[in-house]
């Protein structure tokens, strides 16, 4: 099972801030919004019922890179690249 952490990077502007997730020290999704809890959502932090949302384009993308499984955790720690 792979282990997937979202990230935010840098500190939040008043226009949002990017977020990416990391698998094996490698970028595999990234996004830009405005707050932690909307990052999650749009990165597939939660399970949603819509198929087309962002979060589910993450998930079916983890799913197909990583078929043995996985797991998404967040960490509120700021990555400085």
């Known amino acids: 099972m792979k282990l ?3 990230r935010p990077v ?3 502007t008043n226009v949002g801030r990017r977020y990416v997730a990391i698998c ?3 970028i595999i999704a990234e996004h ?4 932690d809890e909307w990052a ?12 087309q949302s ?14 043995e499984g996985y797991e998404v955790i ?3 720690e700021i990555l400085t690249e």
Do not use: M, V
């Open 4 to 6: 997937i952490t979202i």
């Open 10 to 12: 840098y500190e939040l």
């Open 24 to 26: 094996d020290y490698q």
């Open 32 to 35: 830009f919004c405005s707050t």
């Open 40 to 51: 999650k959502r749009d990165l597939g932090f939660y399970k949603t019922p819509d198929s």
């Open 54 to 67: 962002f979060g589910e384009q993450r998930r079916a993308l983890y799913s197909s890179l990583y078929p």
């Open 74 to 76: 967040f960490s509120e």
